[in-house]
């Protein structure tokens, strides 16, 4: 059996989840409500303050559902109690990102500024002229927003330049050498 699929999901108080019809789950808590549609070959219950996702039969894609929809399941109630962070850093001569509103506007070397409006529940932190911080509940959209905001300018391995992840590490290159 799935070593993350039979471990139950611990709800904490102020969380409630609601199981509905075709296994349709709704998940409560302070910071927001997260909705989601899994797998009817799977049967979650909720058993006292816990969650536990059982599943039908042994089929390789049943098996395979089973660790996904438990760790799915797990980030919902992570994400309405505590939420997600991606932290940004960009490293160049010049590039940086400012916020004014809701609206990030990032210099990364480009003949034009990029603009990146918040939404989809995420919201932007700018602790420095080089930091990004993307705040949300839905781990999965705040690692979509993060990605795209890397993707305007990826890390060279010459020179590090580039947006990446804080905890990322550029394995650099030589580069030319002089005679």
């Not at 019809?21 to 709704?26: F, I, L, P, Q, Y």
């Not at 932290?87 to 940086?96: H, S, T």
């Not at 932190?125 to 993707?151: C, F, H, M, W």
């Amino acid at each position: 059996m799935s070593r993350i699929g039979r471990m139950p999901i611990a709800v904490p108080a102020g969380v409630t989840v609601t199981i509905g019809e075709g296994n349709a789950v709704t998940v409560k808590g302070p910071k927001g409500e997260l909705a989601q549609t899994f797998a009817t070959c799977l049967t979650i219950k909720q058993e006292g303050a816990e969650v536990v996702v059982t599943r039908d039969s042994e089929e390789k894609e049943v098996r395979a559902l089973h660790g996904l929809t438990r760790a799915l399941l797990s980030n919902m109630v992570v994400g309405v109690t505590e939420g997600f962070s991606k932290k940004l850093e960009i490293v160049g001569v010049g590039y940086k990102v400012e916020k004014t509103g809701n609206k990030l506007t990032l210099s990364l070397g480009h003949s034009h500024p990029i603009y990146v409006e918040e939404g989809d529940g995420v919201t932007f932190e700018v602790p420095d002229l080089n930091t990004i911080i993307v705040k949300g509940i839905d781990k999965q959209v705040v690692g979509a927003v993060a990605a795209k905001i890397r993707s305007y300018r990826k890390p060279e391995p010459y020179h590090g330049k580039g947006v990446k992840y804080s905890d990322e590490h550029i394995r650099r290159k030589a580069g030319k050498t002089g005679k």
